[in-house]
């Protein structure tokens, strides 16, 4: 076993379950803190209802990212990708940050561009969820809707044009071809959830969209140590519910994925994903999204396979931007 990853000095954050040391959250409202200092550092949650079933042995915890300032994971990648294109001289006050979204990336931008100073302008499918368009509007930002049949694809290739059509006005983001993405989670998300497990992860479980969350926090935690198991998911067809993730056999590949690094890969339906959603909300009392229900089935069917071990995933955010789906009055 090598542990050759340098982890940053910061406090534990939030709970953990038994057979890890408990350890105090870190003080993330401290007087003058800015947006960007809020970013990260996420509580670690035990899943034990919905878990009941695995022996003692097994353990899963999910990390709750939307603890972070806009509500979701995606406030790690948006804010080193602003800090990137910063020092790089590529964003600077005369230029527009543009990008594409299903929705999290995009209010992520929205809101920590917008307090480091930055206009923004985004591209999103119009079947977004009503909530996510409404929070776009209230942040003030200009957007431009794409054909909802194409999905994050269709956004990307609309702001590709927009971006060769202006150079001069935009600085191009480009989150799903961008290093600055998955560097964000080597940094951050593989650190911490070494630091809360204590070192005790075995297996690590993330959804596959733009993929920087599964590729930057996976060679951290292989860094660390070569013997934790890497396990990706992603829809089970091109045509899906899971907002934020990408069927990658059918969609543009994220330049940034590495099908390389993962030791397995599964398969998640839509429905599975709605009907965890609500035991999560009825059972363990975390109302989160449809990407985190599709992240608790792969990460109960990674544990089931094994005999003991820590299993981690990452849920992106919380349920609040997709209470209008239908999925939620279908119990």
Do not use: C
């Amino acid at each position: 076993m090598t542990h050759h990853l340098t982890l940053p000095r910061f406090a534990h954050a939030g709970p953990v379950g038994a057979g890890l040391a408990p350890a105090p959250a870190p003080a993330r409202q401290a007087a003058g803190h800015s947006l960007a200092d809020m970013v990260g550092h996420t509580p670690l949650l035990r899943l034990r209802r919905v878990a009941a079933h695995l022996p003692e042995t097994v353990q899963v915890y999910a990390k709750a990212e939307w603890f972070n300032p806009s509500g979701s994971v995606k406030d790690r990648p948006a804010l080193n990708i602003i800090r990137a294109a910063e020092a790089s001289g590529d964003l600077t006050p005369d230029k527009v940050l543009l990008d594409s979204t299903s929705g999290n990336m995009g209010i992520a931008y929205a809101t920590l561009a917008r307090a480091l100073g930055y206009q923004v302008h985004l591209v999103i499918p119009e079947n977004a969820s009503p909530e996510r368009l409404a929070i776009l509007r209230a942040l003030g930002v200009e957007y431009t809707t794409s054909s909802p049949l194409e999905g994050s694809d269709g956004a990307i290739r609309v702001a590709r044009d927009l971006a060769a059509s202006q150079p001069d006005r935009f600085f191009y983001a480009n989150q799903y071809n961008n290093p600055a993405n998955w560097q964000a989670h080597y940094h951050t998300t593989g650190p911490e959830i070494i630091e809360q497990t204590e070192g005790q992860v075995t297996h690590f479980v993330a959804g596959l969209g733009t993929s920087g969350t599964f590729t930057g926090a996976g060679r951290a935690l292989k860094e660390y140590n070569p013997d934790i198991r890497l396990i990706s998911f992603q829809p089970d067809a091109p045509f899906h519910g899971l907002e934020g993730l990408k069927h990658m056999p059918t969609a543009i590949v994220p330049a940034i994925y590495d099908p390389a690094l993962a030791d397995e890969n599964l398969e998640i339906t839509t429905e599975d994903a709605h009907a965890m959603a609500r035991r999560l909300a009825r059972e363990e009392g975390v109302f989160v999204g449809i990407s985190a229900g599709a992240a608790a089935v792969a990460a109960l069917r990674a544990a089931e396979k094994i005999e003991s071990g820590v299993v981690v995933t990452l849920f992106p955010d919380a349920g609040y931007k997709y209470v209008s789906e239908r999925f939620w009055r279908d119990f």
